[in-house]
């Protein structure tokens, strides 16, 4: 999502309709208050959910995926909001009829409202997250394809970690996405059978490669010269589609001090359409200045 700072309260901004995220509101904190903030661990989720599915029931528990992701970032989940806490997350999760894709089928439009409070200091920061179901996914069924997406989209794959970047480190959410991309890289497993015990897999692990390369590409749409240090690295990746995905958003950063891994990947990487894309990223990137 696109980085905001608010010099008071919070104000919607509308985003291009190509980015992950509808729109995004970060309030900004005076020193004070985030001294307050900083220390607020404890955390309630309440979440209200609708379908446009048959009987008004959806197939998604988002209460239960969203307490594993603020669990995994470290955060205390109380379940009862009687329960003392110094933060709530309130969600509204909705599911609507989206376009119609032949005359018995028709695809869902998923929409995700999050909205971070501290229990004394109000709205810390908000987001509206839109995915909708392909015209043909090819053997997905729509409303699987479209919740595969929501899934993985960068801003809800890794709001554990935007939301602990915001409280605990005064990051924005770029700066939370880019902390989650490098936790992701950093717990890959080893290569091995891709089968291997696959319906026993958590969701999070499940949708891991696919929430990694939105995330890159969504760091390279936002030209965040932060992201250059993670994307570097990922040049040396072992998957090809990592290392792909980054040269490409390298090259919309344009960033000078990327150019000695970009020329070396554009010379020896094992695939050529990494090295095709490395190349492509030399192209719009300026020298490094010499040292006088």
């Not at 960068?154 to 990051?171: E, Q």
Request: charge should be neutral; include cysteine.
């Amino acid at each position: 999502m696109i980085r905001m700072c608010l010099v008071a309260g919070l104000l919607a901004a509308s985003l291009v309709t190509s980015a992950p995220v509808g729109w995004a509101d970060e309030r900004a904190l005076t020193d004070e208050q985030y001294e307050a903030v900083k220390r607020a661990n404890i955390l309630f989720v309440a979440v209200r959910s609708s379908t446009w599915m048959p009987r008004g029931h959806t197939l998604y528990d988002a209460l239960a995926t969203l307490r594993t992701k603020l669990a995994a970032a470290g955060f205390t989940v109380v379940p009862d909001e009687s329960q003392p806490h110094e933060l709530i997350l309130k969600v509204e999760y909705r599911e609507e009829r989206g376009q119609q894709i032949r005359f018995d089928m028709f695809g869902t439009d998923i929409t995700g409202e999050l909205l971070l409070e501290h229990v004394t200091l109000g709205p810390l920061l908000q987001m509206t997250i839109r995915e909708s179901s392909s015209e043909a996914a090819f053997g997905t069924p729509p409303y699987l394809d479209a919740l595969q997406k929501f899934e993985t989209n960068p801003y809800y794959y890794f709001l554990g970690d935007i939301v602990r970047a915001r409280v605990a480190s005064r990051l924005d959410i770029t700066g939370g996405l880019i902390l989650g991309l490098r936790r992701v890289v950093q717990k890959a497993p080893e290569r091995g059978d891709q089968q291997e015990q696959l319906s026993m897999r958590p969701t999070d692990e499940l949708y891991a490669p696919d929430a990694r390369e939105n995330a890159i590409r969504e760091l390279g749409r936002l030209k965040d010269p932060r992201a250059v240090s993670i994307l570097t690295a990922l040049l040396e990746h072992a998957d090809r589609r990592v290392r792909l995905r980054s040269a490409e958003s390298l090259g919309l950063i344009r960033a000078p001090e990327s150019r000695p891994v970009l020329e070396r990947v554009a010379e020896h990487d094992q695939d050529p359409q990494v090295r095709k894309a490395a190349a492509g990223a030399l192209a719009g990137i300026p020298p490094l200045r010499a040292v006088p």
